[in-house]
């Protein structure tokens, strides 16, 4: 049973780590958004921190921050 729990918590860490990546890859979509939608660069860069605060305000309690 041991060996089954390293493993969800394996899987479980490398699906956190693929999540905040895709954060942070935000300046990847950041010029396409811009273009594709008529968005300001400031409207864009606002999503990207309510991004940061949310993850922020969930980590905390989860004892990560």
Same mark, same amino acid.
Request: charged fraction near 5%.
């Given at each position: ?6 493993? %969800?918590?394996? %899987?479980? $860490?490398? +699906?956190? =780590?693929?999540?905040?990546?895709? %954060?942070?890859?935000?300046? %990847? ?5 811009? =273009?594709?939608? $008529?968005?300001?660069?400031? =409207? +864009?860069? #606002? ?5 940061? *605060? +949310?993850?922020? *305000?969930? #980590? ?6």
């Amino acid at each position: 049973m041991h060996s089954m729990n390293r493993w %969800v918590i394996a %899987v479980a $860490g490398f +699906v956190m =780590q693929i999540a905040l990546g895709a %954060v942070y890859a935000w300046s %990847v979509f950041r010029i396409p958004l811009t =273009q594709a939608y $008529g968005w300001s660069i400031s =409207q +864009v860069t #606002l999503t990207f921190e309510l991004a940061i *605060l +949310v993850l922020g *305000l969930a #980590l905390s309690p989860a004892g990560c921050g």
